[in-house]
């Protein structure tokens, strides 16, 4: 059974940093590439960025220069370094293969960043 477990949401202040991990089963980490994805109030859920199974890395403008995505093969785990934090960078963040698997969604960690 395919399980991700997302961690390390919090309350921030605006310029603040914040870092996610995402623990993964084994059998499709390795081989799949993994995407953070966040949904905002009222907005739909939008990818944040990616990374490739080879560590090829690819982030929405938004966070551009601001978040850096990256992988431990070794543990099974995607991190997300989220810095220079923004008010509109709260929402619910999930991890997720990419593409997405509708089956693998899971709780999600709650980032709320106050102005």
């Known amino acids: 059974q395919v399980q991700l477990v997302e961690s390390g949401g919090g309350l921030v202040q605006a310029g603040g940093s914040l870092r996610l991990s995402c623990a993964a089963s084994g059998s499709i980490f390795r081989i799949n590439a993994m995407g953070w994805y966040r949904q905002a109030p009222g907005k739909q859920r939008e990818l944040v960025a990616d990374?490739?199974?080879?560590?090829?890395?690819n982030y929405a403008d938004s966070v551009k220069g601001r978040f850096t995505i990256s992988r431990d093969n070794a543990k099974n785990t995607v991190y997300l370094q989220m810095n220079s934090l923004k008010p509109e960078d709260t929402g619910v963040y999930y991890c997720n293969t990419r593409p997405a698997m509708r089956a693998y969604w899971g709780q999600g960690t709650q980032v709320t960043v106050s102005s």
């Open positions: 990374i490739t199974s080879g560590g090829t890395t």
